[in-house]
T-cell receptor
Framework: AQSVTQLGSHVSVSEGALVLLRCNYS??????LFWYVQYPNQGLQLLLKYTSAATLVKGINGFEAEFKKSETSFHLTKPSAHMSDAAEYFC??????????????FGTGTRLKVLA | EPEVTQTPSHQVTQMGQEVILRCVPI?????FYWYRQILGQKVEFLVSFYNNEISEKSEIFDDQFSVERPDGSNFTLKIRSTKLEDSAMYFC??????????FGSGTRLTVV
């Protein structure tokens, strides 16, 4: 069984400040981990993914995440927040099912607010 | 860049009516999925589809739901008799090589 927990349903940061969105996972198989961003009334855009290669993953828009197996974490960071980063962020975990497919289990999301 | 196309973008239907949500996956992808997101909630897996059959389905995917790939290009989700609680955003996704997952932009279903 797999699950993800996103700590903090709402996070506010000042423009230019560090962004840290937390995600912890649980998985009985080697996990693949993802961060998606969703802007209002839009679909899901992939920010980055971990697929068992490098533990520090760099994504789009200056975001990165580090896979820490010992802490079962995959936190998302960005050194300097921009107003355009305001959105909902979803962490997701996936693992290979016996069927061969990879369903995603999403967290409940973190709404990021960027203050001017 | 290849896209997953979903139509319509918004559909309003009366309770008890059948709806069909349509998706055109990326052409060389082999695995297909439907997810839904009730307003303000997380995205939930509904069903995966491979080799013209359901690979896995969630508890949400009951007898009211069905999927098919009628013509080798479209991938549809049918809800036979809609309920108010079926109101949600429905996302289609397709997957090619390992975890090259692409989501469509979604269909917002409103049941009144």
């Amino acid at each position: 069984a797999q699950s993800v927990t996103q700590l903090g349903s709402h996070v506010s940061v000042s423009e230019g400040a560090l962004v840290l969105l937390r995600c912890n996972y649980s998985s009985s198989v080697p996990p693949y981990l993802f961060w998606y961003v969703q802007y209002p009334n839009q679909g899901l855009q992939l920010l980055l993914k971990y697929t068992s290669a490098a533990t520090l993953v760099k994504g789009i828009n200056g975001f990165e995440a580090e896979f820490k197996k010992s802490e079962t974490s995959f936190h998302l960071t960005k050194p300097s927040a921009h107003m355009s980063d305001a959105a909902e962020y979803f962490c997701a975990v996936s693992g290979r099912a016996s069927s061969g497919t990879y369903k995603y289990i999403f967290g409940t999301g973190t709404r990021l607010k960027v203050l001017a | 860049e290849p896209e997953v196309t979903q139509t319509p973008s918004h559909q309003v239907t009366q309770m008890g009516q059948e709806v069909i949500l349509r998706c055109v996956p990326i052409s060389n992808h082999l695995y297909f999925y439907w997810y839904r997101q009730i307003l303000g909630q997380k995205v939930e897996f509904l069903v995966s589809f491979y080799n013209n059959e359901i690979s896995e389905k969630s508890e949400i995917f009951d007898d009211q739901f069905s999927v098919e790939r009628p013509d080798g290009s479209n991938f549809t989700l049918k809800i036979r008799s809609t309920k108010l609680e079926d109101s949600a955003m429905y996302f289609c996704a397709s997957e090619g090589v390992l975890l090259s997952y692409t989501f469509g932009s979604g269909t917002r279903l409103t049941v009144v």
